[in-house]
């Protein structure tokens, strides 16, 4: 499998954006990039995925660098709500994968 | 638009009984998963259905774990004879039916089965 690497964990302020790094030096020209998170005792929450170009949607944007070795999850404004374990998954065929493999994820803590 | 819905929510089985988990996939979804998050680790696939099929099972234990999505009603994981082992969260996902359906699965809030 493709392995991503996460800090661990990561401390941000209430309403200040936070990117969450993610390194998937072993990607292919076909990997989609997935977000998700988990919040305490709920199941995974699907965040935001892609290819190649940035994308943004109403929850966050994601930075894919132009080598797609290294992508970035952006909250533009983290509130309470946002702390949660991320995790950055690749999906190795083209979108045809439908195994998503967790990871362990960073855990975001958010102050008040 | 009801999310995926899944119950239980908790389950309590003696060792050696038998455990249904149902999942309810968000309306229009015909792709659902099995996921298993044992304590401490990350989740695990498990099995992939679409309405009557199973398209992937890899990820299921050889015994005693079966899964179904019948044409009609919820997708059944059950599990027969359990042990202390089998004591995790398991989590449904679902997707819509289009192209690449399965970038975007919609988790419901998962079942957790205690064996003692």
């Known amino acids: 499998d493709a392995k991503t690497t996460q800090p661990n964990s990561m401390e941000s302020n209430e309403e200040e954006p936070v990117h969450l790094p993610c390194n998937h030096s072993?990607?292919?020209?076909?990997?989609?990039i997935h977000w998700y998170r988990q919040l305490p005792s709920q199941g995974p929450e699907y965040v935001i995925h892609?290819?190649?170009s940035n994308v943004n949607n109403r929850m966050a944007s994601l930075a894919i660098a132009e080598d797609r070795k290294s992508s970035t999850l952006i909250l533009h404004r983290a509130t309470l709500r946002d702390a949660a374990v991320y995790y950055c998954?690749?999906?190795?065929?083209?979108?045809?994968?439908?195994?998503?493999?967790f990871g362990k994820g960073t855990l975001l803590t958010v102050n008040p | 638009n009801a999310g995926v819905m899944q119950n239980p929510r908790h389950l309590v089985r003696r060792r050696g009984q038998e455990a249904r988990l149902r999942c309810s996939p968000m309306?229009?979804?015909?792709?659902v998963y099995w996921y298993r998050q044992l304590p401490e680790e990350g989740l695990k696939f498990m099995v992939y259905?679409?309405?009557?099929?199973?398209?992937?099972e890899s990820g299921m234990p050889k015994e005693r774990f079966s899964a179904e999505f019948p044409k009609e009603g919820p997708s059944i994981l059950r599990i027969q004879q359990v042990v202390r082992g089998d004591s995790a969260a398991y989590f449904c996902?679902?997707?819509?039916?289009?192209?690449?359906?399965?970038?975007?699965?919609?988790f419901g809030p998962g079942t957790r089965l205690t064996v003692t």
């Open positions: 309306k229009g979804h015909s792709h």
């Open positions: 259905l679409q309405k009557e099929n199973i398209i992937d």
């Open positions: 996902a679902s997707s819509p039916p289009s192209g690449l359906a399965h970038l975007e699965q919609y």
């Open positions: 072993t990607i292919s020209g076909t990997d989609y």
């Open positions: 892609g290819l190649t």
């Open positions: 998954i690749l999906d190795e065929s083209g979108g045809s994968n439908y195994k998503l493999t």
